[in-house]
């Protein structure tokens, strides 16, 4: 079992910059992909962001290409998603998930985090 918080959101206008973090329980984190994904009011949830085991490897979906970068720091079980050029359709609540190497699919997930962005 994984827990995952996650922290970071809030209230910023647009042209603006928020860090998510999300903290995960599991000493073996660095056996996870982490991702980002975010819902809006409405809408389904959509994938941002993923990073591999190790960091080496990153993946982005093409709306935050450029302005959206992941990294995750394995020594502190956290993974980051460092926001910038923020608009107003990023507006979502942003939640992190956790993927054991080989399973597939995204088994764990964290509360969501709260990101509004003023125009």
């Known amino acids: 079992q994984v827990q995952l918080i996650e922290s970071g959101g809030g209230l910023v206008q647009a042209g603006g910059s928020l860090r998510l973090s999300c903290a995960a329980s599991?000493?073996?984190?660095?056996?996870?992909?982490m991702g980002w994904f975010r819902q809006a009011p409405g809408k389904e949830r959509e994938f941002v962001a993923a990073?591999?085991?190790?960091?080496?490897?990153?993946y982005y979906a093409d709306s935050v290409k450029g302005r959206f970068t992941i990294s995750r720091d394995n020594a502190k079980n956290t993974v980051y998603l460092q926001m910038n050029s923020l608009r107003p359709e990023d507006t979502a609540v942003y939640f992190c998930?956790?993927?054991?190497?080989?399973?597939?699919?995204?088994?764990?997930w964290g509360q969501g985090t709260q990101v509004t962005v003023s125009s």
């Open positions: 990073v591999s085991w190790s960091g080496g490897t990153t």
């Open positions: 998930a956790a993927e054991m190497i080989g399973a597939g699919r995204y088994e764990y």
């Open positions: 599991k000493r073996t984190f660095n056996s996870y992909r």
